[in-house]
Nanobody
């Protein structure tokens, strides 16, 4: 049984930081590209950051320089460090695991709210 469990969401003031974690089980974690998506209220889900099985990272333009994605294959964990948060970063954040055989798994999501 595959599980992706996100944690670390919450309420933060503009300019603050949050650290999201995603713990994976039931997959050979090191073989999967891992990503964070987000879905703002009333909008489509969008890709925020990705780290490949080989460790290559990429980010959507709006978070470049503010967010950092990293993975720990020994702990089956992917982390999204979010700094200088803005109100427009408010969304439900989802962890995704993607294998090159087109297998995709999703976490349940964690709410991030940026507000004063």
């Amino acid at each position: 049984q595959v599980q992706l469990v996100e944690s670390g969401g919450g309420l933060v003031q503009p300019g603050g930081s949050l650290r999201l974690s995603c713990a994976a089980s039931g997959i050979t974690f090191s073989l999967y590209d891992m990503a964070w998506y987000r879905q703002p209220p009333g909008k489509q889900r969008e890709l925020v950051a990705r780290i490949t099985a080989g460790g290559t990272t990429s980010y959507t333009d709006s978070v470049k320089g503010r967010y950092t994605i990293s993975r720990d294959n020994a702990k089956n964990t992917v982390v999204l460090q979010m700094n200088s948060l803005k109100s427009e970063d408010t969304a439900v954040y989802f962890c995704n695991a993607h294998h090159n055989t087109n297998l995709d798994f999703w976490g349940q999501g964690t709410q991030v709210t940026v507000s004063s």
